[in-house]
Structures are given as structure tokens and as C-alpha cells.
């Protein structure tokens, strides 16, 4: 079955560490990006990538950052820099060439910091 | 720019009465329109999609929307409520200018009532 899957499902963070989430898709999708949820906020754009070795920062970039090696995988890595971590982050992927196209997304990751 | 905007952060309605989740939308060009839908700690999953094709859009188990550029509207809709409907709903625009951003709204939590 084609799809994307986050991992891992919940992870803990203590003060000053770097965790990186990982994102991989088998939907030979272009176009991968990552989201944060906080309640009542909705999603918000923390980085984009639309080709393999290139990405853009979203709306949230500040404290995280991102690679892209390889068409199917993304990992994001939340670091010390980012003062409030603790949300849902949701992966999502689209194949690129039309603004129709619809995203899928991942199960989430939740982040806490203890 | 584009935005979206979800006129209700939260409806409740029985079980086995209509549903109506609206969403109004801006856009400086034709706009693609999705609505998804969220359940507790899960990923987002799409309920249908608007494409130009058609104004009104059928879509998952049982909902439509209907494209109403006069209004700038894209409401969702369902004839009779379930309780496996309980969730968030999430209206979206995609940005057509090239940059394969999405524009999320707030989300609108739905009660049902037994």
C-alpha cells in the first residue's frame, strides 16, 4: 500500500536536545512538506521541499531545520533553538505540476518536552 | 494573498440532522478548494476536493460542497449526521501562483449529539 509514515509516533525531548522526526513516502511524490498543529491554531508551514536537494522555509522555520537526500524521505530536526517544541507535527506529500492536486498526509508525531 | 476563513470553531448537532460547516475563501486567482477531515491524534484525510469541474463536489461518506464564487464561499455539507462524523474539519486552499503552498483554516470541531 502506497502511503507516508511518521515516526516515531510520540517522542520526549529534554531541554537542549536536538530530535529529528522522520517522514518517508512511497507515493513517488515531488513534493513534501511538514506542519505544526497546536490546538485551535490549525496547521502552520514550517518547511516545504517541491524537488530532492532543495527546500524553502514556511511560515514557522525558526528553531528547526530540514534535509532532503532522497525523493521519498524528509526528516525534520527540532532543535534546542525552538523555545516552545511541544505539538502535533504532521508530514504531508502532493505530487508536484498542479495546484489541484490534494496533500496526504502522515499519522503525526506528538513532541513533548519534559 | 489567498486565506481561507472558518466562520465556526466548534457546531454540535444530533445525530441523524443535517451538517453544515462553512468556509469562505480569498483568492486573487480560481481558486482549488479542499476540505479534509481530522480525527483525534490522527493524520488529516480528505473528504473531497473542488477543481473547477463542477460547483458542487461530492466527496466521502456522504459529503458534498458546494463552489460559490459570488459568496467566495465552499461550505460542507451532509444530510444526516453519524456519530463516526465527530472529528475536526479542515477547510483548505492551495496556491496556484507556483509555489505548491497550502493555506489551511482554523478548523471547525464537530459535536455530534446521541
Known amino acids: 500500500d502506497g502511503g507516508i509514515t511518521q515516526s516515531p509516533k510520540y517522542l520526549f525531548r529534554k531541554e537542549g536536545q536536538n530530535v529529528t522526526l522522520s517522514c518517508e513516502q512511497n507515493l513517488n511524490h515531488d513534493a513534501m512538506y511538514w506542519y505544526r498543529q497546536d490546538p485551535g491554531q490549525g496547521l502552520r508551514l514550517i518547511y516545504y521541499s517541491q524537488i530532492v536537494n532543495d527546500f524553502q522555509k514556511g511560515d514557522i522555520a525558526e528553531g528547526y531545520s530540514v534535509s532532503r537526500e532522497k525523493k521519498e524521505s524528509f526528516p525534520l530536526t527540532v532543535t534546542s533553538a525552538q523555545k516552545n517544541p511541544t505539538a502535533f507535527y504532521l508530514c504531508?506529500?502532493?505530487?508536484?505540476?498542479?495546484?489541484?492536486?490534494?496533500?496526504?498526509f502522515g499519522p503525526g508525531t506528538r513532541l513533548t518536552v519534559l | 494573498a489567498q486565506s481561507v476563513t472558518q466562520l465556526d470553531s466548534h457546531v454540535s448537532v444530533s445525530e441523524g440532522t443535517p451538517v453544515l460547516l462553512r468556509c469562505n475563501y480569498s483568492s486573487s486567482y480560481s481558486p482549488s478548494l479542499f476540505w479534509y477531515v481530522q480525527h483525534p491524534n490522527k493524520g488529516l484525510q480528505l473528504l473531497l476536493k473542488?477543481?473547477?469541474?463542477?460547483?458542487l463536489v461530492k466527496g466521502i461518506n456522504g459529503f458534498e460542497a458546494e463552489f460559490k464564487k459570488s459568496e467566495t464561499s465552499f461550505h460542507l455539507t451532509k444530510p444526516s449526521a453519524h456519530m463516526s462524523d465527530a472529528a475536526e474539519y479542515f477547510c483548505?486552499?492551495?496556491?496556484?501562483?507556483?509555489?505548491?503552498?497550502?493555506?489551511f483554516g482554523t478548523g471547525t470541531r464537530l459535536k455530534v449529539l446521541a
Open positions: 483548505v486552499v492551495s496556491d496556484d501562483s507556483g509555489t505548491y503552498k497550502y493555506i
Open positions: 473542488y477543481t473547477s469541474a463542477a460547483t
Open positions: 504531508a506529500s502532493t505530487s508536484s505540476g498542479s495546484p489541484y492536486n490534494e496533500q496526504f
